[in-house]
């Protein structure tokens, strides 16, 4: 996440997202940089417009308390989509366990 961080702090700024740019902030920042994120993440950005993409991410929460709800709905209706999800996740696990089929994950598929 302090990578995505860097490229927005460059942005407000007015600065460039280039890898040098964004590196600068997170060694200041104190985080032990991986080149490749940041490589990867100058390469995701390249063609996005940041200001066009915050307001887009702004109006959606917005839209949908005009199309009939509350955000406070919202937010009760997807902590209850969590409960169930976790519900059927451990239902899930327990569903493996029982397979008994003996593999340790990606472990099995490589020898």
Known sequence: MEYVYAALILNETGE???????TGVLEAAGVDVEESRVKALVAALEDVDIEEA???????????AAAGGSADEAD?????D???DEADEAEADDDDEDEGDGGEGLGELFG
């Open 16 to 22: 460039e997202i280039n890898e040098d740019n964004v």
């Open 54 to 64: 915050i307001e887009t991410a702004a109006a959606a929460p917005a839209a949908g």
């Open 76 to 80: 009760e209706a997807e902590a209850d």
């Open 82 to 84: 969590d409960d169930e």
